[in-house]
């Protein structure tokens, strides 16, 4: 190990630089990676939009790396393939304690790599050791840097209690829609609409398999058409585009007592039609991030072929290139689903 990497910094709003910094030397504690790859995903975009960190951060949760030193967990060795849980619980508080990690009001102040803490976007990078999964080498190196966005596709379709046979429809083909849909696919789903304003990212859903038509969210009529193919509504909508028009559909497309699974943020106030919830008795229910159960099944259902996830990447870039892979990735008309970034 040398004493100084490459890392990638948030300079300014919209801009990345590949510094040379001191390498996080081992400290009897921390669990120091030799990063492999790491995946850029919305929250990396979003923060590389708002210029987060002033001039510090170095971005990236999505990663596999290899062990270089296992600090305090004597579980691991140098050399095992492991990556984080891209949140930092207290394991204390009430949520934490009732199962919901991923959802403890203090991780933020904790400390969240990547968010609040520097990141993977770096040769080497310093991991909190009790979020640390190690992963069996029955997954390759490509596919376990998918892990992290596949299981929160995982956990989606968990809550959306899909039934065999259930008609599902995903607003919005970005990543997490794409693994909705996958896993709404597993879990016996008989029909997957995708509903897409992005032609080529819509085309991409069927072309992968894992929608069966494509609805075109820039016509007028899609709602019409989607309720005729329907005859009636759909049983699940998976809403994962976060934006105002997507909501909305999801309410009108959805059959009475349908389920509304929200997994898309949105970024600021949106006005929907909610009277359409309560005359269709419909159920909404929402979905953040993943636990370690989901990513544990993730990891299985990779291992015995019944999720592929490779053909969700798009490109494989240097760290060198992270400011273009930033804003191939952003951009609402590009064609890239999911860009790794190479260490
Ligand atoms: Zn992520
Ligand atoms: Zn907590």
Known sequence: MKDTMKAVKIIKPGRLEVVETDTPEPNGENVIVKVLYSGICGTDLGLWSSGAGDGALTPGHEYVGIVEDPGVRDDLKKGDRVTSIPWNPCNECNTCTSGYTNLCPNAMTRGVPGVTANGSFADYFSAIPGLVIKFPDSISDLQAALVEPAAVGCRAAKLAKINSGDKVLVVGAGIIGLFCAAWARINGAGYIAMSEV??????????????????????????????????????????????????????????????????????????????????????????????????????????????????????????????????????????????????
Do not use: W, Y
Not at 281 to 305: H, R, V
Not at 326 to 338: C, L, N, P, Q, Y
């Open 198 to 343: 992005n032609d080529f990212r819509g085309a991409n859903a069927v072309e992968t398999g894992v929608a069966d038509e494509l609805f075109d969210a820039k016509d007028p009529d899609v709602v019409g058409k989607l309720i005729e193919t329907t005859k009636g509504g759909f049983d699940c909508v998976f809403e994962a585009s976060g934006i105002e028009a997507g909501i909305n559909t999801s309410l009108m497309a959805l059959k009475p007592t349908g389920m509304l699974l929200l997994a898309g943020v949105s970024h600021g106030p949106v006005s929907l039609e909610m009277s359409l919830a309560v005359v269709k008795e419909l159920e909404i229910k929402s979905s953040l991030g993943s636990l370690p159960e989901d990513i544990n099944m993730t990891i299985d259902k990779i291992a015995d072929g019944s999720l592929q996830v490779e053909k969700f990447i798009s490109d494989i870039l240097g760290l060198n290139d992270a400011q273009k892979a930033f804003e191939r990735s952003a951009s609402v008309t590009g064609t890239d689903v999911k860009i790794l970034i190479k260490s």
